[in-house]
């Protein structure tokens, strides 16, 4: 009743009339105010400057190929002469009100291309933006995964560099198990296991601590990129306050860098993260705000797609390790800091949960470990060589 009444209310002006409903409607509408074009030798974008957010979708047509973006929720309030465009991949422009509040633009394309599209937050002074991507279909085809696609002109005619961080160190154990395991040991011997084996398959690996000394997150990440990593790895061992609990997890980082709604993952990313803060990608030499958005964003993306993929391909090789069980079934997503360099691909593999009494002794094992060495290094070399750079 008094949410009843709150809503009659609302519906009032100060002198006591009742708004029409069309100017409630109109009042909720996203305005477009501008739309520009930004070519590269690799994609085109489109970009929509907004003053909100606003709900849309794509969809591609051939023959002739062309691209419809719908629009919702939205008031169009740009110039027309700004739909006439001389590109060589975007044609004619179109624009349809299909209802009131909703559009449709059709983007006329004088190649094939394959779309992509997602929204920028307003940073920098800069108002939200639609960006719509635009790449040739040729190279998209290049492979199945344009997440792989994108690292094999990146590494071709050269060895990948994997960066391994061996989890906590020095005055940081980590967790610590029921026969007095340290996290931070077994990392370690791991970790110096598995350049070993990366190093014999053809890789070229380093190490972000090579003794029992204490390595803050960020100085972490700046080694792999001093390295100039293509991917990175951390490598974990898990606790939890149920003892049962157990298998091996891969993570990712999310997309909004924050951990799911899931108690044991919060916990686990407040654990890992309460070591220090992490830095971001030092963007101060483009001059343009707005192009240091779309590049960081752009290349958070990328490093979130080809780390998503990496980290399929991990887990589908530690799922045949006969000794091995796996927590989840899939890679998880979560805000872990030291995942956060948007400009490489990043991993952490929980390889059993020290609290568990039989992973714990488990992970011990030399066997045990060359077995997980064996399932990292073999997950790599498939996806190098789906994108035939083995």
Known sequence: MVRRDLLKALLFTASGLVLPVPMLEARALTRI??????????QTRL??????????????LAKPDRLLIELRQVEWAMDPALLHIEDPV???????????????????????????AY??????????????????????????????????????GREPVIVIDPGH??????????????????????????????????FRSHLTRSDDYFVPLRKRVSIARKHGADLFVSLHADAFRIQSAR??????????????????????????????????????????PELRDILMDLSQRDARNRALAYGNSLLSSLKKVPSLRIHFRGVKQAGFAVLKAPDIPSVLVEMAFLSNRDEELQLRRTEHQEALVRALTIGTQSFFRSASLA
């Not at 624009?95 to 559009?103: H, S, Y």
């Not at 298998?247 to 108690?263: I, Q």
């Open 247 to 288: 298998g091996a997890s891969v993570y990712c980082l999310s997309d909004r860098g924050k951990p799911e709604p899931d108690r044991a993952l919060r916990s686990l990313v407040e654990r890992e993260n309460s070591a220090d803060l992490i830095g971001g990608v030092d963007l101060g030499q483009v001059a343009d």
């Open 90 to 116: 975007v044609g004619e422009l179109h624009l349809t009100r299909i209802a009131p509040g909703q559009v449709q633009l059709e983007c006329e394309l004088k190649r094939p291309m394959v779309a992509n």
């Open 33 to 42: 105010t501008h739309l520009r074009l930004w070519n590269s030798s690799e």
């Open 169 to 202: 160190g020095g005055e940081d154990p980590g967790a610590i198990g029921h026969a007095g395991t340290y996290e931070k040991h077994v990392t370690l011997e791991v970790g110096r296991k598995l350049v070993r084996a990366l190093n014999g398959a053809g």
């Open 47 to 60: 970009l929509f400057d907004l003053d909100g957010k606003l709900p849309y979708s794509i969809k591609q």
């Open 119 to 156: 929204l920028l937050h307003s940073t920098n002074g800069k108002p939200p933006r639609l960006v719509v991507e635009l790449q040739p279909k040729e190279n998209m085809e290049e492979d199945d995964d344009p997440a792989r696609a994108s690292l094999v002109a990146q590494t071709r």
